[in-house]
């Protein structure tokens, strides 16, 4: 079967910035996030697809922020060398004939699960690579994930492997979120419910909406959850939290 590869150019560059000491030319153009893209880049490579391109967000609102205001509205402003480096990054992957994808008001994560979705109706395996864990919900029988880590290690996600560390499907992630929230998002999730909680509720309850329906008593039955929490949770939640 064909594949195709599709990274989050975004993500990639800005985990480089951070994991590399600054490097300039002799101009003092800074390169750092690009050397350290390209070095994933031509690793990628070696595997050979049939298809490949790089996704990148747009500068302005997306689609979101019209439905939430305050949507990423306390994350930090992007490094000034490290925005530098965006466009330089765009140029040399045109000149390599390398397929740069952005769609204003949408991310390159909504690029990444779009072309997954088109891959994968035309018996084309996907491979998303971003460490932005929103995309696990991307995970299908022909699409994976590849996340770096904080070392030059990385770990690709199939269902099974989604299974084997969260205990739950990829239609499951976008709940997780919903109960223990996204600070790096400005997503509110449920007062003290971190994910390891949260992802209990879920294997037990399958859904947010079962979980809002459920009674102390019954919260009391998932694993980890004292008669205290549970009263805390079903408080939380009938509050609209």
Do not use: W
Request: with cysteine.
């Amino acid at each position: 079967m064909k594949k195709l590869i599709v990274i989050d150019g975004n993500n990639i560059l800005y985990r480089a910035y951070f994991a590399l000491p600054s490097m300039m030319t002799k101009s003092g153009v800074p390169t750092g996030a690009i050397y350290g893209f390209l070095s994933t880049l031509f690793k990628l490579v070696q595997e050979k697809p049939d298809y490949l391109l790089v996704a990148f967000d747009m500068h302005g609102p997306t689609f979101r922020h019209a439905q939430y205001d305050a949507y990423k509205a306390g994350r930090a402003a992007t490094p000034d060398d490290l925005r530098a480096q965006v466009p330089l990054m765009k140029k040399l992957l045109g000149e390599m004939g390398i397929a740069v994808c952005q769609c204003p008001r949408f991310e390159a994560d909504d690029i990444l699960g779009t072309f997954a979705r088109i891959a994968n109706e035309g018996g084309v395996d996907a491979l998303l690579v971003t460490g932005d864990r929103d995309a696990l919900q991307l995970i299908g029988p022909n699409t994976r994930v590849l996340m770096p880590k904080k070392t030059n290690e990385t770990v690709e996600y199939d269902e099974a492997l989604l299974m084997e560390q969260y205990g739950l499907t990829p239609a499951r992630m976008p709940d997780l979120k919903g109960l223990m929230g996204d600070s790096s998002d400005s997503l509110p999730g449920i007062p003290g419910v971190g994910e390891k909680t949260s992802a209990a509720l879920l294997a037990h309850f399958k859904t947010v909406a079962a979980v809002k329906a459920a009674s102390i008593s019954d919260l009391e039955e998932v694993k980890g959850i004292s008669h205290a929490k549970a009263e805390m949770l079903y408080n939380a939640l009938r509050n609209g939290v």
